[in-house]
T-cell receptor, first 114, second 114 residues
Framework: GESVGLHLPTLSVQEGDNSIINCAYSNSASDYFIWYKQESGKGPQFIIDIRSNMDKRQGQRVTVLLNKTVKHLSLQIAATQPGDSAVYFC?????????????FGTGTQLKVEL | DGGITQSPKYLFRKEGQNVTLSCEQNLNHDAMYWYRQDPGQGLRLIYYSQIVNDFQKGDIAEGYSVSREKKESFPLTVTSAQKNPTAFYLCASNPLDSTGYGYTFGSGTRLTVV
């Protein structure tokens, strides 16, 4: 039969507030992590990346934090705007000998309330 | 401008029909990938190719076929053997160099069985 779509985890924030989106990754050997933003009906867009030898990296209004001890990644968005409403995916590059292959998380829906 | 072009944006398939989704890139990237995305779910890898005339199965290759005759092109055929093809299909590419492991995505093709 036809599969039923799953409901994505949703984070609702007020415009102007900070957003924190979390991601747990699976492979302790992963050496590179990326956050993507996907708007409805469009392809994912690169936001920010971080290598495993770093704990924190900042971009414009975004910060990625990496905690390798607990295999946790987070994306912080400062002063969230309506245009930030989208699904956010984390991805990890677990180098397994098969070349560059990213593994993607399920995603989190960010809704910005006016 | 360099990028990845997927066509068509919307595609309708009748039961038992094969259809081919186009993916072209002018980024001179070595690797190309096909992902399937279902509502509320993450990206699942169908096939990938790291060099011309070579490709590997991903996690859900059954019912799909690909070719890589040119570096710029990586078409995906959804065959009649794919029992539930309705989904959003994303093509991506990567340069496979030291600049990072991030993918560049196309804008997607939404395939619907009618």
């Amino acid at each position: 039969g036809e599969s039923v779509g799953l409901h994505l985890p949703t984070l609702s924030v007020q415009e102007g507030d900070n957003s924190i989106i979390n991601c747990a990754y699976s492979n302790s050997a992963s050496d590179y992590f990326i956050w993507y933003k996907q708007e409805s009906g469009k392809g994912p867009q690169f936001i920010i990346d971080i290598r495993s030898n770093m704990d924190k990296r900042q971009g414009q209004r975004v910060t990625v934090l990496l905690n390798k001890t607990v295999k946790h990644l987070s994306l912080q968005i400062a002063a969230t705007q309506p245009g930030d409403s989208a699904v956010y995916f984390c991805a990890e590059n677990g180098v397994t000998g098969g070349g560059n292959k990213l593994t993607f998380g399920t995603g989190t829906q960010l809704k910005v309330e006016l | 401008d360099g990028g990845i072009t997927q066509s068509p944006k919307y595609l309708f398939r009748k039961e038992g029909q094969n259809v081919t989704l186009s993916c072209e890139q002018n980024l001179n990237h070595d690797a190309m990938y096909w992902y399937r995305q279902d509502p509320g779910q993450g990206l699942r890898l169908i096939y990938y190719s790291q060099i011309v005339n070579d490709f590997q199965k991903g996690d859900i290759a059954e019912g799909y076929s690909v070719s890589r005759e040119k570096k710029e092109s990586f078409p995906l055929t959804v065959t009649s053997a794919q029992k539930n093809p309705t989904a959003f299909y994303l093509c991506a590419s990567n340069p496979l160099d030291s600049t990072g492991y991030g993918y560049t995505f196309g804008s997607g093709t939404r395939l619907t069985v009618v």
